[in-house]
């Protein structure tokens, strides 16, 4: 039998393998909070892509199957076809409008909106510099069911009431995102809205919206561009290719393509 000496000094290996085994699990335990934490963020952007995306593309496919070959993330959103490229929009300046207290108003409004609250902040940025200040009187008509749609409003100051086929739907005050649908859709105006009182308005056309939105959609094409011809597996693949795969690629992929490479 070993002296006391020993079996202490035994107890002592035992402790410290011990110690070095729960700081080894706590390691481990902080590593899979990490991940599941980045799992969350990924699966987010990927919720954020399905809502607001994919319903775009698919009015895009309805519209005109010439337009396939223009898809981006980002770019599908107007559902118009375009033949930009991101050179010539990284020459496009913007107009900027200054603003005061209605910046956090008309941010918090995009938020609030259902169909635009999963753009990029960038992106939503962008709108709030873009958006210029409209002004209207009481019973005015500010968008007509029908009608062809070319700007969307957040609302400042004031009431308005919507109305479809004549009956009332609601009304709507400050801090509201009202004529998204035909920019987003490319669709015309769904339902009425006449003013209640004099309103105060922030409004961006069209045009602006679409930029920002293909802006953002080129640069990610560019960037998974870059990323597929780094991949060895596909060194080989054409250029048109490489480029379907990246209208495709959602950032969880990217993020799962990168990690194998490094496996």
């Not at 899979?32 to 963020?41: G, P, S, Y």
């Not at 669709?187 to 209640?196: G, Q």
Request: glycine fraction near 4%; charged fraction near 30%.
């Amino acid at each position: 039998m070993g002296t006391l000496r020993d079996l202490q000094y035994a107890l002592q290996e035992k402790i410290e393998e011990l110690r070095q085994r729960d700081a080894l699990i706590d390691e481990l335990e902080l590593e899979l909070d990490q991940k599941d934490e980045l799992i969350q963020r990924l699966q987010n952007e990927l919720d954020k892509y399905r809502s607001v995306i994919k319903p775009a593309t698919q009015q895009v496919h309805k519209q005109n199957d010439l337009q396939e070959q223009q898809r981006t993330k980002r770019q599908a959103i107007s559902a118009e076809p375009t033949a930009f490229d991101i050179q010539d929009l990284s020459h496009v300046t913007l107009p900027f409008y200054p603003k005061s207290q209605s910046k956090e108003l008309i941010k918090e409004a995009i938020l609030d909106n259902d169909f635009m609250k999963n753009l990029e902040l960038s992106q939503i940025q962008e709108i709030v510099d873009c958006m210029y200040p409209v002004e209207y009187g009481k019973d005015s008509c500010i968008i007509k069911e029908g009608d062809v749609g070319s700007l969307v409003y957040v609302m400042e100051d004031g009431k308005v009431e919507v109305t479809k086929e004549s009956l009332k739907l609601c009304t709507m005050g400050p801090g509201k995102v009202f004529g998204e649908l035909a920019i987003l859709y490319n669709c015309t105006r769904t339902a009425t809205v006449k003013t209640l009182t004099n309103v105060k308005l922030w409004a961006i056309d069209r045009q602006c919206f679409q930029t920002i939105m293909m802006r953002t959609g080129l640069i990610k094409h560019t960037e998974y561009m870059e990323f597929l011809k780094s991949v060895p597996s596909f060194h080989g693949l054409q250029e048109d290719i490489l480029s379907k795969l990246a209208d495709v690629l959602e950032e969880w992929i990217v993020f799962i393509l990168k990690l194998s490479l490094h496996l």
